[in-house]
């Protein structure tokens, strides 16, 4: 199983990013999958995480700027960011729990991650 993500980029303060995460390969179903970022010299952390469900949960910071979506036929993740800040610029991995076909457990895949960049 591979996760692939896309869409990262130099942007302006308040503007506008959409990633993608598509997964491929040997899948059955998708439990939950996330976005997570990581600063320089900071530890990754949870952007976003949506469920199977679906449900949905936010870092406080994103709140009502970031909006993460799934399209299960295409096995896709997607993160719309909006009134992006400085503050936003990392790299952004997406995250996937997966059962694979022929498995009886769920395995955590991750993406290689995008590099989001907010600056004037």
């Known amino acids: 199983v591979q996760l692939q993500a896309s869409g990262g980029g130099l942007v302006q303060p308040g503007g506008s990013l959409r990633l993608s995460c598509a997964a491929s390969?040997?899948?059955?179903?998708?439990?939950?999958m996330g976005w997570y970022c990581q600063a320089p010299g900071k530890e990754r952390e949870l952007v976003a995480v949506?469920?199977?469900?679906?449900?949905?949960n936010y870092a406080d910071s994103v709140k009502g700027r970031f909006t993460i979506s799934r399209d299960n036929a295409k096995n896709t993740l997607y993160l719309q960011m909006n009134s992006l800040k400085s503050e936003d610029t990392a790299v952004y991995y997406c995250n996937a729990n997966v059962r694979r076909l022929g498995y009886t457990y769920d395995i955590d895949y991750w993406g290689k991650g995008t590099l989001v960049t907010v600056s004037s």
């Open positions: 390969g040997s899948i059955f179903s998708i439990n939950a």
């Open positions: 949506i469920t199977s469900g679906p449900s949905t």
